[in-house]
């Protein structure tokens, strides 16, 4: 079985991210082919520094490993250093239609904060599509906020297939049960996210332990006692609820048990121990991989090339399909 997921190389990345991507990631790598990349050729649909991006290329890499990848095991690589994903992409636009691009959520929503929208913001769920069906891809562990993306993946891929011939497997989107949109601890109407909403709601995974335990002794809940999940009633409660879920591996009805009578304040500090500890050995390991840069260069061009031989036979069988001469 064939495991893809990518992740944008921008921003610092949260407990959400390691909730809705890394550990879904590192479980599913166990069960199959793993390729996964830092999706760099996305990350310039937005506004953004060159000198920014190659930090946050290396280290993006950097938490990949740190959070519990095996280049041994998987495939680890930079997007851009396999040309057929821009090829793929645009092979991909001529079985991808004006409409179902405009009704793309995340576009909407992050070109009304931009005076400036550019085509590749529009265009880039083709890329993202392409990044996927490239390995036929089986699985594809990705975050709650992802499932419109995945199914315009499915129908492009079922149209090329239809249009062309059998070409790609239709891959199947994986979500945590837990955990799968975490919300800002100051906001939890909100996701957490390093671009929008209260900061002091942010738990990135770099953060120090105090300043964890801070912001989780500070969260937002309610004028009740019972901790007991209620999204609609309780968000805040419920967002630590399943943050506990995510760091512990419990259930959130044991946990519920747990805290049968227990006050939100012992609640809150026991959720922040909860990440401290989870987070430590992931910072341990991430500093070490960023101290030794040459050594995480090296990992990625060997990742790199173990996916351009992955892709080949895809993107070869793409051009022969649609009606390409190759070259002899």
Request: glycine content about 8%.
């Amino acid at each position: 079985m064939r495991i893809f997921s990518g992740i944008r190389a921008s921003g610092e990345k949260t407990l959400g991210n390691y909730s809705g991507g890394y550990r879904q990631y590192v479980a599913t790598q166990e069960q199959g082919d793993g390729v996964f990349c830092i999706v760099d050729l996305h990350s310039i649909t937005t506004a953004y520094e060159p000198e920014g991006l190659q930090e946050a290329t290396l280290a993006g890499a950097a938490m990949l490993f740190a959070t519990g990848l095996d280049p041994e095991r998987s495939i680890v690589f930079a997007q851009s250093h396999v040309k057929a994903h821009a090829e793929a992409a645009w092979l991909l636009s001529a079985v991808t239609s004006y409409g179902e691009l405009r009704r793309m959520t995340q576009f909407k929503d992050k070109a009304a904060d931009q005076d400036f929208v550019t085509s590749g913001l529009f265009e880039y769920p083709v890329l993202m599509a392409g990044d996927i069906l490239l390995y036929q891809t089986d699985i594809v562990p990705i975050g709650d906020d992802q499932r419109q993306h995945r199914e315009l993946t499915r129908n492009v891929a079922e149209r090329f297939n239809s249009r062309y011939g059998e070409t790609f497997t239709v891959p199947t989107g994986v979500y945590p049960e837990e955990g799968a949109r975490v919300k800002n601890l100051q906001e939890p109407e909100r996701l957490m996210s390093t671009s929008a909403g209260n900061p002091q709601g942010v738990v990135r995974i770099v953060d120090e332990p105090h300043v964890i335990r801070k912001k989780f002794k500070t969260a937002v809940t309610d004028s009740e006692r019972e901790i007991r999940h209620d999204p609609s009633s309780k968000a805040g409660i419920s967002n630590l609820l399943e943050i506990m879920s995510v760091a512990t591996g419990e259930s959130v009805g044991a946990i519920e048990a747990r805290y049968d009578g227990a006050g939100y304040g012992q609640f809150k500090e026991d959720v922040g121990e909860a990440i401290v500890a989870l987070f430590e050995p992931v910072q341990e390991r991430y500093r070490a991989l960023r101290a030794d840069e040459p050594g995480l260069r090296a990992l990625l061009a060997d990742g790199a090339e173990r996916a351009r031989e992955a892709s080949r036979p895809t993107l070869e069988a793409m051009y022969e399909r649609m009606g390409f001469v190759r070259p002899s």
